[in-house]
């Protein structure tokens, strides 16, 4: 269907969050007699609803089947939009409940591990002191991922670095700090304590990586370019680093991890540094936020610390009861 251009003003001001919900839930269940129980209506009330929101969008939003409600293209678009809205609106009834009460409210968070994390715990532990009722919820996991959960209004912030160029349309980011890797192995791993390996010796042993999604993957990939190898005994994927540790302590394989993540596990004997030279610098990594809109006071405060953690004004020191 291809009508007038939609007036964003007159269809905001027809909205309503009843609308919304139904658009999420019928776009989670795919069937009106369901939707309509869950909203505590008649299917017939819930037909009606359906009617207004494709009279108010000047669009088919849903292809009726005979088993299902099929969203059109732009019945996904109004979908999302949906879900963005219903989660904006619970973020700012938890976090006025909590103002209200005496609290900070709350922020939620999303870092990369590596050196991100270490400056990400130092700065909780600072929030913690100033805002001691502020409510964080950190989430660890690759940019890209945390790009998309950002884009979703699932975090207020993140901690990590663009994956693709066409993402600085849409986000702003700020700089922290820079990280190098290291390649390891496990702590009995046959390379562990030789000096001056040559890289080449590495293509024969098994490797575990990132997805090839990830920033460190692409920058693992790239160090293999410049230094003419190619894997040749397997490859293993993984997102975790806890699953990464417990598989390199029982193989053989090697891996190219953040230095100041896997340098921990070093000193503590749960992993071994294995002494070759490679091109070891990663892209920096920064506060990244929606582009065109304030952060919420209690996000700003969190960045603020953010930016003296890593610029040496706060170091992280044990919490004294």
Known sequence: MQGKPLSIATACSRLRSRHLQFLDILGRTRNLRVTAEQ???????????????????????????????????????????AATALAGQSRFVDEFNALKQGGHGQLSIGAISGSAARLLTTAIAETQRRRPLLVLKVREQSSDQLIAWLGERKIDLMIGRFTDE???????????????????????????????????????????????????????????????????????????????????????MLSLQPSALAE???????????????????????????????????????????????????EATPRQR
């Open 264 to 314: 921990r596990y070093v000193a503590k004997g749960l992993l071994s540094s294995i002494q070759v030279d490679v091109p070891r610098a990663m892209p920096d990594y920064g506060m990244l936020v929606r582009l065109g809109e304030t952060p919420t006071p209690a996000a700003q405060a969190f960045m603020a610390v953010l930016r003296d953690v890593a610029e040496g004004r706060v």
């Open 39 to 81: 909203m505590h209506v008649t299917q017939p009330a819930a037909t009606k609803i359906l009617l207004d929101l494709e009279e108010i969008f000047d669009a088919r939003l849903f292809e009726r089947l005979p088993r299902e409600m099929r969203p059109t293209e732009l019945g996904l678009f109004a979908l999302g939009y």
């Open 166 to 252: 066409a993402q600085q349309a849409h986000f702003q980011y700020e700089r922290l700090s820079g990280e190098t890797l290291q390649v390891v192995g496990g702590p009995h791993h046959p390379l562990r304590g030789i000096q001056g390996l040559e890289a080449g010796r590495l293509a024969h042993w098994p490797w575990l990586l990132y997805p090839e999604s990830t920033a460190l993957r692409k920058v693992s990939d790239d160090i293999f370019r410049a230094i003419g190898m190619t894997p040749t005994s397997g490859v293993m994927e993984t997102q975790s680093f806890l699953f990464a540790l417990e598989s390199l302590r029982i193989t053989d």
